[in-house]
């Protein structure tokens, strides 16, 4: 264990700053922790829904969440171009090029305008369409990277410094809008469903067990950068409703459940989403114990969401995202979870979920009893919080370490 953690403090983690010191990178890296107050409002009104799903006289705030998480993708569009012209010290563009990037967005979107009315389809402005504000933003921080290289009219004297300002403005501005426009509507590019589209092949083999644990792995993958699994609801959720309903039909005729990849076993059942994807109660756990200022509070601040596998305010806040130490574990759970949940259904020694309940907020091992309808879940859930909690010591004190000697530095 020790030889892995001088490794990791004096080998990876110095490569891994490297590759993330990359401006390109590090957008994507500073949107995420910018994003985070967003994301953390529209957990909040997740977390109260789920004492309103109990005391029904409980005000609905769900418009806070609407107008808030349920525009995310809109945010995180912006906010890609703007970071993205900051760390390529283009400045004079920060502003016009990210608000363009909301506009190539919504063609890209590929907007219905219908007796007067604006429509948009409203999962590709939400928390799905996270992964198409990344690519949109980048592309439209692109397009005005190589522009600003030109450096067109900096040296000319026969013009105005302000209409130089505007022309400089209106010739990437064009460029971009004109591209995208051509892109939808000259050659039909639909990006949204491409991104979708990459991710399909997954719906084949998903009651596999090679199929089970991609289909947990990948959006894991993607999460540790920033974007929401809602990005994959559109690929997983077809899956999980066949399957589910399968299930409840085939118990109701005698028969047995037979598929595992749904929703309940995924998620209902808090047992691969233990605090969260990628098992991270065990990490808020830690963090209440931490000698770290920082890692504590934090701790102290998500446990009550965590217990509720509601994890974004820990991937944010610790964070997790972006953070080459943590997201090496939280991938090897995304693994080792759903492997150890296939093998025990698959072989009789757990229940397979037979039951509609796509509440992924119930505090495990209550919820995955319930949903499982077998008492042997307490074991298997005493099981994979000691696996997750051992994967992520090690990477944990060592990161502990380094936010232990980052305070000390600052209070001197």
């Avoid at 806070?64 to 400045?91: P, R, Y």
Wanted: aromatic share 12%.
């Amino acid at each position: 264990m020790k030889k892995m953690m001088v490794w990791l403090s004096d080998s990876f983690v110095p490569k891994a700053r490297e590759i993330f010191a990359n401006p390109w990178i590090d957008t994507v890296a500073s949107t995420m922790k910018k994003v985070l107050p967003i994301i953390l409002t529209g957990s909040l009104i997740f977390f109260y829904n789920v004492f309103r799903s109990y005391f029904e006289f409980l005000p609905d705030l769900s418009v806070i969440a609407n107008f808030s998480f349920g525009l995310l993708a809109i945010f995180v569009v912006f906010l890609i171009t703007h970071e993205a012209m900051i760390k390529l010290g283009h400045g004079e563009y920060q502003i016009n090029a990210a608000l363009i990037s909301i506009a190539a967005y919504l063609l890209f979107c590929r907007p219905q305008v219908v007796e007067g009315i604006f429509q948009v389809d409203n999962a590709r402005i939400g928390p799905a369409g996270i992964l198409m504000g990344i690519v949109v933003g980048l592309y439209v921080a692109l397009i005005f990277h190589f522009y600003a290289k030109l450096h067109v009219l900096e040296h000319n004297t026969t013009l105005p410094d302000f209409v130089s300002d505007w022309i400089n403005q209106i010739i990437p501005i064009t460029i971009t809008l004109g591209i995208t426009m051509v892109l939808v509507y000259t050659f039909d590019l639909d990006v949204y469903q491409m991104l979708v589209n990459v991710f399909m092949p997954l719906q084949k083999g998903a009651q596999t067990l090679p199929g089970f644990i991609l289909i947990c792995f990948v959006p894991v993958i993607f999460y540790s950068v920033g974007i929401s699994s809602w990005v994959f609801n559109a690929v997983t959720t077809p899956i999980f409703i066949v399957a589910i309903a399968e299930n409840i039909e085939a118990v109701a005729a005698g028969g047995v459940a037979t598929n595992i990849a749904t929703s309940e076993a995924v998620f209902t059942a808090a047992l691969i989403t233990m605090g969260g994807r990628g098992g991270t109660l065990p990490l808020n756990v830690l963090m209440l114990g931490s000698k770290s200022r920082k890692l504590k509070m934090m701790g102290k601040i998500c446990i009550g969401p965590s217990l509720f596998n509601i994890n974004e305010p820990l991937m944010f806040g610790a964070p997790v995202v972006f953070n080459p130490l943590l997201m090496v574990p939280i991938l090897i759970n995304s693994i080792v979870g759903p492997a150890v949940v296939w093998l025990t259904m698959h072989f009789g020694l757990l229940n397979i979920p037979a039951r509609m309940v796509q509440v992924g907020q119930i505090p495990a091992p209550f919820s995955s009893v319930m949903i499982t309808e077998d008492w042997r879940a307490v074991p298997v859930y005493i099981v994979l919080f000691v696996v997750y909690l051992m994967t992520w010591y090690p990477f944990y004190k060592v990161y502990e370490k380094q936010c232990i000697e980052e305070e000390l530095t600052a209070s001197e």
